[in-house]
């Protein structure tokens, strides 16, 4: 049985990761796959939950040997999904959710044609800048970079198979799990369960 992929993209500051976060902590049966990158460490993150930190050497020896699904570089940094990421989903039985840019969700649906793709959207332009000014995390000038890049990426939208707009993140996150139990049962049918249902009927499935 082959698990559904589910990629989630969007702009820097339209509230992913927490929308994540919400998803992992409530629904059973996902594991997260942690990309690798060259940027350094910001805050608090820790090595191997938020990313696995390796050198710009490392990361493009690991690229000519074929060791990502995707890659791509943002604001001078690579970033990338490590092959193993989907092997270890499969074979644990889970479904594979990843936290990944416009390149690398497209780079991802090339080579996953199935998966599932799914962008999150900030209601405006206001509210995404002023995400991104309430993280103190970035210097004026990333951020009015961020915003800059943030218009090539929602003209991207159109390629995903969902946009969620995340104006209020009850809702938004209610939505990234309806979606995800959706896909589901449209993916598998639970031919055990739903037999004996026939037979109760006088009928089963050849």
Do not use: C, W
């Amino acid at each position: 049985m082959i698990r559904p992929v589910f990629i989630i993209s969007a702009p820097s500051g339209s509230g992913k990761s927490t929308l994540v976060g919400r998803l992992m902590a409530e629904i059973k049966d996902l594991t997260f796959s942690v990309s690798y990158t060259t940027r350094k460490p910001r805050g608090q993150e820790k090595e191997g939950e938020a990313y696995h930190f390796i050198d710009r050497a490392d990361f493009e020896h690991r690229l000519s040997d074929s060791e990502f699904l995707e890659h791509a570089e943002v604001f001078g940094n690579y970033y990338g999904t490590h092959v193993s990421a989907l092997a270890k989903a499969q074979a644990e039985g889970k479904d594979l959710v990843l936290d990944i840019d416009v390149q690398g969700a497209a780079q991802l649906k090339e080579r996953i044609p199935d998966a599932v793709s799914i962008f999150v959207l900030a209601p405006s332009r206001e509210m995404l800048e002023q995400r991104l000014r309430m993280r103190s995390q970035d210097s004026e000038e990333v951020i009015q970079r961020r915003l800059h890049d943030a218009i090539a990426e929602i003209q991207n939208y159109d390629a995903y198979d969902y946009v969620i707009v995340n104006d209020d993140l009850e809702e938004a996150a209610e939505t990234l799990k309806s979606i995800v139990r959706a896909e589901r049962v449209k993916r598998f049918r639970v031919e055990s369960k739903i037999r004996p249902i026939l037979e109760t009927f006088g009928e089963s499935k050849a």
